[in-house]
């Protein structure tokens, strides 16, 4: 997940990753759920147990999300569950400061003093961090045989080099939003391509029922990347060679998307030019005002919709899987957040208890309706609570766990610099064939 401002929303506190005012409900389930005894034993992990000799103090590293509540609240209610392990919380920028949060991680991680102990990591960063050395495999904690409540492709995305070096968190994918009202005006379809998204986008326009067909991101920024990722991967098209060492980012597939994306903008203007600095918030503020009839986002966006001192368009959108171009099928770019133990913590015992605890079963499900994240467990997608309460994630469970992986490789931080530059360029420019050539020059340069 990348790139969402804080702002403040009339009558609630200034948040980055879902705006809602109401905070009640703080400790939910946390004195049935979290109790001491049955700390990390309910998971069916077959975890080994942290045997602190007294109470140990360790640190814990996010990116600010919020919700009904924060990670800071999570902090705590596993500080008051139980008095073995006291966790420090560090507040790191929110996922709209992607890059300032991997850096502040790198910093930390490369001085390998084992602070922080517990961090949460981009899954682009994973690998990375994991070849640096810097993250704890996590087999010796985690049997293989124990690992079958996870997403198999989450697990995946956890692994490097044959080990498991991050845990599974929550994840997310970009996703297709629509006004369910003004689509019933223009044919009552969800478009499931890209022609037909831009045909009602722009008809609807024209109409007058929308100040705008379609709102994407297309700030020089990580979610360009992902907003990238999608709509190549939706055209059959690729960023980097399977064996991650050779772009293909200038190949017909990727240059066709990237162009159509110009195209919303130049030639069909079904999508304002400001979409060219907009990441999340400022593309989904005006799709909640009820000025936007498609928007391209995350899970957040959902359950700010639905709340009527945020949004103008309560019980009015829908949600669906991205559309695609002929002969492709649908991408969504996997987003979210997964854990990773300091390699050089000194209090390692502890560090996996507290581990264990964010990714459990009850922490995931309190994750997943205070937060709207997506739980990384299949079997909380069939959880009544959630289902009532967060309808399109059970909804759209085939688009989380279907997702698109950004390109996979140690050297992402590099990569990803060089995308967000080189598309960006296309898409102010419109030469789109040239600017993906010499992107992919560069890439291949970093790659190779």
């Given amino acids: 997940m990348t790139d969402i401002k804080k702002g403040p929303v009339s009558g609630s506190k200034p948040v980055a990753h879902v705006t809602i005012a109401d905070r009640r409900q703080f400790l939910i389930g946390s004195a049935g759920l979290l109790g001491a005894a049955t700390l990390g034993l309910g998971t069916g992990l077959g975890v080994r147990r942290a045997r602190a000799q007294s109470r140990a103090e360790i640190s814990f590293a996010s990116a600010a999300f919020f919700g009904k509540e924060t990670f800071g609240d999570l902090i705590k209610a596993f500080n008051e569950s139980q008095d073995r392990v006291l ?8 996922p709209s400061s992607s890059t300032e949060v991997y850096q502040g991680l790198v910093q930390q991680l490369a001085r ?6 517990v961090f949460s990591q981009d899954v682009v960063w994973i690998a990375g961090f994991a070849a640096a050395g810097w993250a704890l495999p996590l087999d010796e ?33 970009g996703m297709f939003y629509y006004r369910k009202d003004v689509l019933e005006k223009h044919g009552g379809k969800v478009p499931e391509n890209w022609a037909d998204m831009a045909t009602i986008a722009a008809a609807a326009q024209k109409a007058g029922d929308v100040d705008f067909g379609y709102l994407w991101q297309g700030k020089q920024a990580e979610v360009l990347v992902c907003d990238a990722v999608e709509i190549i991967t939706s055209n059959n098209g690729a960023i980097l060679a399977p064996d991650g060492k050779s ?20 030639t069909s203007k079904i999508s304002p030019q400001d979409v060219l600095s907009w990441d999340e918030e400022p593309s989904r503020q005006p799709f909640t005002s009820g000025k ?11 359950p700010i919709a639905q709340d009527a001192k945020a949004s103008q368009v309560v019980d009015k959108i829908g949600v669906a899987p991205l559309p695609s171009f002929p002969g492709g099928k649908s991408s969504a770019c996997l987003g979210g957040y997964q854990l990773g133990v300091n390699a050089n913590s000194k209090q390692r015992e502890a560090a996996i208890e507290l581990l264990t605890w964010l990714s459990s079963t009850e922490t995931q499900h309190r994750i997943a309706l205070n937060f709207g994240l997506a739980p990384t467990r299949p079997a909380l997608f069939q959880d009544e609570k959630i289902k009532t309460e967060q309808p399109f994630m059970a909804s759209l469970e085939k688009v989380f766990t279907g997702a698109t992986a950004r390109p996979i490789t140690p050297e992402y931080a590099k990569v990803t610099l060089a995308l967000q530059s080189g ?4 898409l102010v420019s419109g030469n789109v064939q040239a600017e993906m050539d010499a992107l992919a020059t560069q890439i291949d340069q970093i790659v190779g």
């Fill in 247 to 266: 772009s293909l980012i200038n190949q017909k597939a990727a240059v066709d998307a990237i162009q159509f994306l110009h195209g919303t903008i130049a």
């Fill in 292 to 302: 936007a009839m498609f928007m391209r986002n995350w899970s957040y966006v959902y």
């Fill in 112 to 117: 390998r003093t084992g602070t922080p102990d």
């Fill in 423 to 426: 598309i960006s360029k296309a």
């Fill in 141 to 173: 904690y985690f049997p293989a045989d124990k690992r079958s409540a996870y997403f198999s492709g989450t697990l995946n995305a956890c692994t490097y080099d044959g080990k498991l070096t991050a845990l599974p968190w929550f994840m997310d994918s």
């Fill in 87 to 94: 966790v420090k919380n560090i507040e790191l920028p929110p």
